[in-house]
């Protein structure tokens, strides 16, 4: 069984820091990781993914990988209200394979 | 591009009665559709991946004969919930595979069994 664990939270970031979410996986099999923003009520939307060791950097996010460590995490730098969401990571262990959810991390962005 | 829609958003139903859910691939095709489900304050759960012109592949725990998926081209996948009890009532969410490797989700339909 697939197990991706996340913080739950809440974690609680000023305004124009940089937040970090971490998150862990299980399976050492697993080829890519997405992190996910999800407002209440709302559906996910993607903010980026990843399958290479390494930083992979988009505009305010850079998300991060160590399959070594089986660790992946997501900077967010500049931090707004509006990024105030619940942040989700996922694992996928192939091309035509469904995502493995973590839990989520609340972050709240303070002003 | 890559834009996943889903009908209806929301639905309200008896219990005992079957609802029907679509999900649609607006700009691309989807061979590979996926259907999750999310319980309040829960994260989301794989309910199935459905193939284009094959059957759908259910995940443990999953009860393939109330939870009937069709994908019936590349561009529609039908979640329908038969015989709807109120333990059914949650947030479904489709999500298509595009060309490269994003997974792109709908908008969700939010069931609600009465």
């Known amino acids: 069984q697939k197990e991706v664990e996340q913080n739950s939270g809440p974690l609680s970031v000023p305004e124009g820091a940089i937040a970090s979410l971490n998150c862990t996986y299980s399976?050492?099999?697993?080829?890519?990781f997405f992190w996910y923003r999800q407002y209440s009520g709302k559906s996910p939307e993607l903010i980026m993914f990843i399958y290479s060791n390494g930083d992979k950097e988009d505009g305010r996010f850079t998300a991060q990988l160590n399959k070594a460590s089986q660790y992946v995490s997501l900077l967010i730098r500049d931090s707004q209200p509006s990024d105030s969401a619940t942040y989700l990571c996922a694992e996928s262990g192939g091309g035509a394979d469904g995502l493995t959810f973590g839990k989520g991390t609340h972050l709240i962005i303070q002003p | 591009g890559a834009v996943v829609s889903q009908h209806p958003s929301w639905v309200i139903c008896k219990s005992g009665t079957s609802v029907k859910i679509e999900c649609r691939s607006l700009d691309f095709q989807a061979t590979t559709m996926f259907w999750y489900r999310q319980f309040p304050k829960q994260s989301l759960m794989l309910m199935a991946t459905?193939?284009?012109?094959?059957?759908?592949?259910?995940e443990q725990g999953v009860e393939k004969d109330k939870f009937l998926i069709n994908h019936a081209s590349l561009t529609l996948s039908t979640l329908t919930v038969t015989s709807a009890h109120p333990e059914d009532s949650s947030f479904y969410i489709c999500?298509?595979?595009?060309?490269?490797?994003?997974?792109?989700f709908g908008p969700g339909t939010r069931l609600t069994v009465t």
């Open positions: 999500s298509a595979r595009d060309a490269g490797t994003g997974r792109n």
């Open positions: 399976d050492r099999g697993s080829q890519s």
């Open positions: 459905s193939n284009e012109g094959s059957k759908a592949t259910y």
